[in-house]
């Protein structure tokens, strides 16, 4: 096994290690939107890592592709996790204490 080998395959089972603890924190946080911002938090960036790892070991082409893959990734993703937290809030069916959403709580009168 090359240097470039060994350093490759330690990028790749360092993005496996975000994705794990990303999966611990599936299970032991509460909130359904705790769990979701774990989850979108956790993928782009062990994705990133590891495609890092990939496009050592496979090259430059390869590394082009996985490129653009990531940077759709990063783009999109932020709006997808965006998505996920309105449709749960408008379809939780337990009354939360303070709709935050609704009433505009937070937000300063201008």
């Known amino acids: 096994m090359t240097v470039r080998e060994l350093i490759a395959w330690l990028f790749v089972l360092a993005g496996v290690a975000v994705v794990v603890l990303a ?26 890592i590891a495609s890092v790892g ?14 653009v893959a990531s940077a759709a990734l990063v783009m999109t993703l932020p709006l997808g996790v965006h998505l996920l937290f309105r449709a749960l809030h408008s379809t939780q069916t337990d009354d939360p204490p303070v709709d935050e959403l609704r009433e505009g709580h937070g937000s300063r009168p201008l």
Do not use: M
């Open 54 to 67: 990939a496009s050592i070991e496979l090259g430059w082409a390869t590394g082009a592709i996985l490129l």
């Open 23 to 48: 999966a611990i924190g599936l299970f032991k946080l509460k909130t359904p939107y705790a769990r979701i911002h774990a989850a979108g938090k956790a993928s782009p960036v062990a994705f990133l």
